[in-house]
Protein backbone atom coordinates (compact mmCIF):
# COMPACT_ATOMS: atom_id res chain seq x y z
CA UNK A 1 0.00 0.00 0.00
CA UNK A 2 1.14 3.26 -0.86
CA UNK A 3 2.24 5.77 1.96
CA UNK A 4 1.66 8.47 0.07
CA UNK A 5 -1.70 10.71 1.30
CA UNK A 6 -3.86 13.23 -0.70
CA UNK A 7 -4.15 16.60 0.39
CA UNK A 8 -7.40 15.82 2.12
CA UNK A 9 -6.32 13.09 4.06
CA UNK A 10 -3.60 15.72 5.70
CA UNK A 11 -6.44 17.95 6.16
CA UNK A 12 -8.90 15.08 7.52
CA UNK A 13 -6.09 14.02 10.09
CA UNK A 14 -5.40 17.44 11.53
CA UNK A 15 -8.99 18.69 11.47
CA UNK A 16 -10.00 15.58 12.74
CA UNK A 17 -8.20 15.42 15.96
CA UNK A 18 -7.83 19.43 16.50
CA UNK A 19 -11.65 19.57 16.09
CA UNK A 20 -12.36 23.91 16.57
CA UNK A 21 -8.83 24.75 17.52
CA UNK A 22 -7.87 27.38 15.05
CA UNK A 23 -4.33 26.30 15.09
CA UNK A 24 -5.25 23.09 13.33
CA UNK A 25 -7.62 24.49 10.94
CA UNK A 26 -4.46 26.39 10.41
CA UNK A 27 -2.37 23.39 9.84
CA UNK A 28 -5.30 22.23 7.69
CA UNK A 29 -5.27 25.29 5.18
CA UNK A 30 -1.42 24.89 4.62
CA UNK A 31 -1.93 20.92 3.77
CA UNK A 32 -4.32 22.01 1.46
CA UNK A 33 -2.21 24.04 -0.26
CA UNK A 34 1.21 22.50 -0.28
CA UNK A 35 0.57 18.76 -1.52
CA UNK A 36 -0.45 18.31 -4.87
CA UNK A 37 -3.79 15.86 -5.44
CA UNK A 38 -4.42 12.55 -7.55
CA UNK A 39 -7.33 10.93 -7.88
CA UNK A 40 -6.14 7.86 -8.02
CA UNK A 41 -4.01 7.81 -4.64
CA UNK A 42 -7.12 7.97 -2.41
CA UNK A 43 -7.77 4.31 -4.15
CA UNK A 44 -6.33 1.17 -2.51
CA UNK A 45 -6.13 -1.78 -5.66
CA UNK A 46 -8.90 -4.37 -5.09
CA UNK A 47 -10.69 -2.13 -2.02
CA UNK A 48 -14.71 -2.13 -2.38
CA UNK A 49 -15.29 1.47 -3.42
CA UNK A 50 -18.73 1.71 -1.96
CA UNK A 51 -19.47 -0.65 0.63
CA UNK A 52 -19.26 1.09 4.52
CA UNK A 53 -19.73 0.66 8.00
CA UNK A 54 -22.53 1.04 10.58
CA UNK A 55 -22.37 4.83 11.34
CA UNK A 56 -20.71 5.14 14.27
CA UNK A 57 -22.32 8.02 17.25
CA UNK A 58 -18.91 9.63 19.02
CA UNK A 59 -20.20 10.83 22.36
CA UNK A 60 -21.55 6.89 22.66
CA UNK A 61 -18.03 6.09 23.11
CA UNK A 62 -16.84 7.90 26.24
CA UNK A 63 -19.14 8.92 29.14
CA UNK A 64 -18.86 12.60 30.96
CA UNK A 65 -17.89 11.05 33.84
CA UNK A 66 -14.98 9.06 32.34
CA UNK A 67 -14.15 12.84 30.65
CA UNK A 68 -14.11 14.23 33.65
CA UNK A 69 -12.06 11.82 35.62
CA UNK A 70 -9.27 11.85 32.43
CA UNK A 71 -9.32 15.22 33.06
CA UNK A 72 -9.43 16.06 36.64
CA UNK A 73 -12.30 18.49 36.33
CA UNK A 74 -15.73 18.98 35.77
CA UNK A 75 -16.79 19.25 32.29
CA UNK A 76 -20.11 20.28 30.18
CA UNK A 77 -22.47 17.34 28.86
CA UNK A 78 -21.48 15.59 25.42
CA UNK A 79 -22.57 17.53 22.64
CA UNK A 80 -22.42 15.55 19.15
CA UNK A 81 -21.74 17.66 15.93
CA UNK A 82 -21.36 15.19 13.56
CA UNK A 83 -20.40 15.73 9.57
CA UNK A 84 -22.19 12.38 8.73
CA UNK A 85 -21.63 10.73 5.89
CA UNK A 86 -18.58 12.41 3.81
CA UNK A 87 -17.57 10.24 1.51
CA UNK A 88 -17.38 10.91 -2.06
CA UNK A 89 -17.55 14.91 -1.61
CA UNK A 90 -14.64 16.01 -4.06
CA UNK A 91 -11.57 14.00 -2.81
CA UNK A 92 -12.26 14.44 1.09
CA UNK A 93 -13.00 10.51 2.01
CA UNK A 94 -14.07 7.69 -0.37
CA UNK A 95 -17.75 6.53 -0.22
CA UNK A 96 -18.73 4.73 2.82
CA UNK A 97 -16.73 7.07 5.27
CA UNK A 98 -18.67 7.84 8.35
CA UNK A 99 -17.61 10.96 11.05
CA UNK A 100 -18.33 11.64 14.31
CA UNK A 101 -17.44 14.04 16.59
CA UNK A 102 -18.31 14.36 20.31
CA UNK A 103 -17.45 17.94 22.27
CA UNK A 104 -16.52 18.76 25.94
CA UNK A 105 -15.99 21.70 27.61
CA UNK A 106 -14.54 22.40 31.03
CA UNK A 107 -16.75 23.57 33.87
CA UNK A 108 -16.19 26.56 35.67
CA UNK A 109 -13.66 28.49 33.61
CA UNK A 110 -12.46 31.88 34.62
CA UNK A 111 -13.54 34.68 32.20
CA UNK A 112 -10.28 35.76 33.00
CA UNK A 113 -8.56 33.11 30.24
CA UNK A 114 -10.68 34.38 27.33
CA UNK A 115 -7.83 35.25 25.13
CA UNK A 116 -9.23 35.26 20.84
CA UNK A 117 -5.77 34.37 20.12
CA UNK A 118 -5.97 31.10 21.36
CA UNK A 119 -8.36 28.06 20.56
CA UNK A 120 -12.11 28.60 21.90
CA UNK A 121 -10.33 31.68 22.99
CA UNK A 122 -8.48 29.93 26.11
CA UNK A 123 -10.92 27.46 27.55
CA UNK A 124 -9.88 24.13 28.06
CA UNK A 125 -12.06 21.10 26.18
CA UNK A 126 -11.62 17.84 24.88
CA UNK A 127 -12.69 16.64 21.49
CA UNK A 128 -13.13 13.15 19.98
CA UNK A 129 -13.72 12.17 16.02
CA UNK A 130 -14.63 8.70 15.17
CA UNK A 131 -14.94 7.43 11.91
CA UNK A 132 -15.71 4.44 9.76
CA UNK A 133 -14.33 3.96 6.67
CA UNK A 134 -15.10 1.79 3.93
CA UNK A 135 -14.19 -2.45 4.35
CA UNK A 136 -10.97 -4.08 3.22
CA UNK A 137 -9.56 -0.35 1.98
CA UNK A 138 -7.13 0.51 4.34
CA UNK A 139 -8.33 3.79 5.17
CA UNK A 140 -8.22 3.70 8.51
CA UNK A 141 -4.53 2.92 8.19
CA UNK A 142 -3.97 5.57 5.47
CA UNK A 143 -5.35 8.15 8.75
CA UNK A 144 -3.01 7.45 10.58
CA UNK A 145 -0.41 7.01 8.22
CA UNK A 146 -1.10 11.16 6.82
CA UNK A 147 0.26 12.14 10.66
CA UNK A 148 3.54 10.76 9.76
CA UNK A 149 3.96 12.18 6.30
CA UNK A 150 2.50 15.52 7.15
CA UNK A 151 5.66 15.78 9.48
CA UNK A 152 7.72 14.54 7.15
CA UNK A 153 6.50 17.25 4.87
CA UNK A 154 6.68 20.16 7.36
CA UNK A 155 2.88 20.16 8.00
CA UNK A 156 2.78 19.42 11.74
CA UNK A 157 6.04 20.35 14.19
CA UNK A 158 6.25 16.64 16.06
CA UNK A 159 7.17 13.96 14.80
CA UNK A 160 4.67 11.33 15.57
CA UNK A 161 4.91 8.73 18.71
CA UNK A 162 3.90 5.14 17.94
CA UNK A 163 1.72 3.56 21.11
CA UNK A 164 0.79 -0.16 21.76
CA UNK A 165 -3.18 0.60 21.68
CA UNK A 166 -5.86 -1.16 19.36
CA UNK A 167 -4.37 -2.31 15.89
CA UNK A 168 -1.99 0.93 15.77
CA UNK A 169 -2.12 3.95 17.83
CA UNK A 170 0.08 6.92 17.51
CA UNK A 171 0.74 10.58 19.56
CA UNK A 172 0.82 13.28 17.37
CA UNK A 173 2.13 16.25 19.14
CA UNK A 174 -2.24 16.98 19.79
CA UNK A 175 -3.81 14.21 20.17
CA UNK A 176 -3.64 10.37 20.38
CA UNK A 177 -4.93 8.75 17.10
CA UNK A 178 -6.11 5.17 16.82
CA UNK A 179 -7.09 2.73 14.19
CA UNK A 180 -9.44 -0.67 15.13
CA UNK A 181 -9.95 -2.79 11.77
CA UNK A 182 -11.76 -0.21 9.37
CA UNK A 183 -12.49 2.05 11.81
CA UNK A 184 -10.17 5.11 13.78
CA UNK A 185 -10.80 7.36 16.19
CA UNK A 186 -8.99 10.76 17.18
CA UNK A 187 -8.86 11.80 20.74
CA UNK A 188 -7.51 15.65 22.15
CA UNK A 189 -7.37 17.44 25.12
CA UNK A 190 -6.85 21.01 24.88
CA UNK A 191 -5.13 22.26 28.02
CA UNK A 192 -4.11 25.82 26.60
CA UNK A 193 -1.18 25.47 29.16
CA UNK A 194 1.08 24.11 27.14
CA UNK A 195 2.05 20.96 28.82
CA UNK A 196 1.93 18.32 26.30
CA UNK A 197 2.76 15.80 28.73
CA UNK A 198 0.09 16.07 30.45
CA UNK A 199 -2.18 16.41 27.87
CA UNK A 200 -1.00 13.16 25.91
CA UNK A 201 -1.67 11.04 29.77
CA UNK A 202 -4.90 11.82 29.71
CA UNK A 203 -5.56 11.41 25.53
CA UNK A 204 -4.19 7.90 25.95
CA UNK A 205 -6.06 7.56 29.13
CA UNK A 206 -9.24 8.35 27.36
CA UNK A 207 -7.73 6.19 23.89
CA UNK A 208 -7.71 3.05 25.96
CA UNK A 209 -11.47 3.11 26.58
CA UNK A 210 -12.61 4.00 23.38
CA UNK A 211 -11.00 1.22 21.64
CA UNK A 212 -12.62 -1.24 23.58
CA UNK A 213 -15.96 -0.09 22.19
CA UNK A 214 -15.69 0.46 18.61
Known amino acids: M ?23 YNLAHKAANSVEASADMMRTPGATKTAGNT ?18 AKVTPAERRDDGEV ?13 STCFWRFLNESPDL ?22 GGGYAHQFLQSFRDAFKQEIIPNNPIDLDIGDEALWWGDGTAVRKGDKSFGISVFLQSGDKTE ?16
Do not use: H
Open 2 to 24: TTLVTKSMIAIAVVALGGVAAAS
Open 55 to 72: PINACALLSDDEVSAAVG
Open 87 to 99: GGKGDYAPPGTYS
Open 114 to 135: DDPALPMEGRRFAILNAMTWPK
Open 199 to 214: QRKMEETLARKVVGRI
